[in-house]
Each structure stands twice: as C-alpha cells, then as structure tokens.
C-alpha cells in the first residue's frame, strides 16, 4: 500500500477464518462531539450521516443560557445543537453543566452551583429537562464535565457526588412530569477527565449506597496525555524531535491499547458493584486535547483505528471522538473529523471504514505477535462478514513515536511493514476484491481477484480496507 520497494520492516501474516464468527461489531463506537450547527450544519450533517453516528454529545452550557436577573432560561441555543445531533443521525447526550454565575461564589461557571445548597441549581435542571425531554425527546443526560479536572470543576469530589445525586434526582422529576417513565431516560457520568480509581471508587460506592440511577459511567482519554501538544510551547511549526531530549512535543509512551486496558479496569471495578448495570463510554478521545499538526494527517487514522480495534476487543459499549469539525478560525485545537471548511480529514476515513465493516466480527491472527512491536510499527487487524457474505478487513500500521518527525507523511517511511492476508474457509475458486488505502501518499482505491490471499505493502501511519465479495 506504498510505493516502496523496498520496506523496512518484518513481514506480517494476517490470517481470517471466515467460518469464525462472534458478536456483532460495536457501531455504537461511532460518536461525536459538539456539532455543526448554524453556516456549514447541513453539510457537517450529511458527512457525519453517512458513517452511521450513535451517541452525540453536547453542553447544555446552563451558564451562558440563564439570566441571572431575569430568572428565564432560554433554550434556543441548546435546541439548535439538539437538532444538529438529530440531524447527523446522532443520539442526544446532554451534558448537564455549567453553573450560572449567579448561583456561584465567585462568578466562575466551574464552582459548584449555590455553595453546595443546590436549590436553584435543581430548579434550573428540572426546568430545562423536562423541555428537552418533551419537546425534542431527549433521553441521557451526563452529570458535569470532568469533575476531576479544576478547570472544569473547582469544587471537591464529595461536592460533586452531592450535586450528582441532585442533578440525578432533577432529571428524573422531569421526566416524570413530562409522562415519560424514568427508565426510559438514562443519566450517567461522572466524565472523568481520565479513568481515574480515586474518583471511580467512591463514585460507584455513592451511587450505590443511595440506589441513584447510572445507566452510564462515562470518563474520557485522549492518545498523548499527559503532554497536550506543541501549543503549549508557543509555536504550531514542530521541528524534529531527538529522542531523550526534552520536553517531547509528543509523549514517546502513547499507545493506542491503553484505551482496551482503561475499559477492562473499569469493568473489574464495576463486577464489585453487582446492583449497577451501567453501560461503559468513553464519551470524548482524540489523539490529543490541544494543537496537534498529527490530527490532521493519516497519522491520526492509523491511531483512531488501533483505539477502535482496543475497545472493541475489551467490551466497550459507546464512544463519542471529540470532535465533529475544525473551528473556524481555528483556536488551541484541531480536534474535527472535519477541518472548518468541512473537507473531511484522513481520519474520518477511519470511521467509515468502521461502518463499512458492519457484521458479525471474524477470528483473525496475526504472525509475528504484534504486542510489543509500537516502536517498529505495529499492524492489526479487525474482520467482519456481512449478511450478504461479504467479508471486510480493517488492517493498520500504526508507529505512536517517530524521533524523526516524520509521523508518515512520507512514502515510504521506517514504518512499512509487507503484510499478506490470508481468508480461510471461502469457497472454492476467484473471489472479487477492492483494498481502499490511506496513508501518507493520499487515498486510492485498487481491484482485483483473490483465490484468498492476498500480499500487499501497508506503509507505516496508514489504514486500509480490504473488501472481498
């Protein structure tokens, strides 16, 4: 999937077994953050409509939409994005925050609403509940936005367990004064600005203990904690980085797995809460939580599709990838799947390859084991077989850390590795196939017949799919 010819790295087996088929493929990993709305909202709508969006998260942001001397909450903008979800083929996830000025000490949205009295605070809730609830059907609702980060939350974690069980309790009366059956509306959170045990522990315990509802329990991740990208150095124009000299522009330890272990710790953590049943969600990830000139390359969908395969693999049931487009003008991030004029990025090509896949998931193998093989490039593999017998294989070759700075933009790279798909359990004789690749060199799309295997160069910062009728 280069033009190299001569690739660096060690050849690679993917192996398929048709025959071996398990559960379904998680769509439900396809989620966003913070939509288009407004100039460019039915463009950003189509795009993201066509890779089968589940989950669409955003602020009800109650500070900027409350009047302190007036005491009115005014919906507009809040229903704006409510649609613009609606309109890409997202469910809404409102995320219950921020508090008015007013019902702080000090003026700061990020204080716990009233000093911890919470009166007007549950009446603002309830109030703005019940009017999404009815008129636009809303069902979940997150409790707060990273409560464990100060910038987001400048109280304690016992002051956030109080106004969780408030807030809870809120939404739930307004569900029942609008006639919907509190079931049906879901309330989660806490969206932890990582899966963080000191927080997690008590939260579960609390929410237990007071028998609240969690029908989710969400925290977030992004790829180069705890670094957040060269902004921070002041400049968008990154030189080459020399390993063991920093600061790194970008952490040498990133690994696209920390997300399948972060699932599975927060699954052991839950078995000890037997009465909870709350789904699992990374409701916001991205490769980085600032700047990055990485997200806007094939580098970005190689990391996407190694986190995708991760999760899937550990059971995770809903994620939301922050964000939907690009600002414009552009601000610290560049977080879209989008840029700001709505082109889409080489990581949207990620996800709808994911949506392609859709199916039954296939048994693969991969030869050598790739578990330790990051620094050298690291090749996996997610296969699907349709209804109608077509069988599809996600493939990647993702390197986190490139001391030279070249993160695949060029073709080729140290990172390529030849790869040779192997499909058992086909029928007999010439089967039709297309390879969609993007990488460093831009997209193209190759066809041909395949009697079941076929060998290819996947250079290294690159996805592809592999499609056989």
Same mark, same amino acid.
């Given at each position: ?257 920390? !997300? ?133 294989? #996600? #493939?990647?070759?993702?390197?986190? !850390? ?68």
């Amino acid at each position: 999937m280069t033009g190299s010819s001569a690739p660096v790295g060690a050849p690679v087996t993917v192996q398929v077994d048709t025959a071996d088929s398990g559960r379904a493929l998680n769509e439900g990993l396809i989620g966003t953050n913070q939509p288009v709305t407004g100039a460019g909202e039915t463009a950003a709508a189509q795009a993201m409509s066509a890779l089968g969006v589940d989950w669409a998260r955003t602020d009800m942001l109650l500070d900027a939409s409350y009047n302190c001397a007036t005491g009115a909450w005014d919906p507009t903008a809040l229903d704006a994005r409510v649609q613009a979800d609606r309109a890409m083929g997202g469910t809404p996830e409102l995320i219950v925050d921020y508090s008015p000025s007013c019902m702080t000490t000090f003026g700061r949205s990020s204080e716990p609403p009233n000093g911890g009295s919470y009166g007007p605070w549950v009446s603002l809730v309830e109030r703005a509940a019940f009017h999404e609830i009815s008129a636009h059907g809303v069902r979940i609702f997150e409790v707060w936005n990273e409560p464990d980060n100060p910038e987001f939350w400048e109280g304690t974690e016992a002051d956030y367990l109080q106004m969780y069980r408030v807030t809870a309790e809120a939404i739930e009366t307004a569900a029942q004064e609008a006639g919907v059956p509190v079931g049906d509306v879901i309330v989660g959170g806490p969206g932890l600005l990582f899966s963080d045990p000191t927080w997690l522990g008590p939260f579960l315990t609390y929410v237990s203990v007071n028998h609240l509802s969690l029908g989710f329990v969400s925290w977030h991740y992004y790829g180069n904690y705890p670094s957040i990208g060269p902004y921070d150095e002041g400049t968008v124009d990154v030189p080459p980085e020399l390993p063991g000299n920093p600061p790194y522009w970008y952490n040498p330890f990133t690994r696209a797995q920390t !997300y399948g272990y972060q699932v599975k710790f927060v699954q052991q953590l839950l078995a000890g809460y037997p009465a909870l049943h709350p789904l699992t969600v990374i409701d916001e990830w991205n490769l980085d939580a600032g700047y990055d000139p990485r997200a806007d390359t094939a580098y970005d969908a190689a990391f996407a599709a190694a986190v995708l395969d991760s999760v899937q693999s550990a059971g995770l049931d809903r994620m939301a990838f922050f964000r939907v487009a690009d600002d414009q003008p552009g601000t610290l991030g560049n977080w879209g799947m989008l840029f700001a004029d709505l082109s889409p990025k080489p990581v949207y090509s990620t996800f709808a390859f994911w949506h392609q896949l859709a199916g039954q998931q296939l048994g693969v193998a991969l030869s050598p084991d790739q578990t330790a093989t990051d620094p050298v490039g690291r090749v996996g593999a997610v296969a699907s077989a349709a209804a109608g017998g077509d069988v599809r294989v #996600l #493939l990647y070759n993702y390197a986190p !850390y490139d001391p030279t700075g070249g993160y695949g933009t060029t073709d080729p790279n140290p990172y390529d590795h030849p790869v040779t798909v192997t499909l058992e359990g086909l029928t007999p004789g010439a089967h039709s196939y297309t390879l969609e690749v993007l990488d460093g060199a831009g997209t193209r799309t190759t066809s041909g017949v395949t009697a079941g295997t076929l060998s290819t160069v996947l250079s290294g910062e690159s996805v592809a799919l592999l499609t056989v009728a």
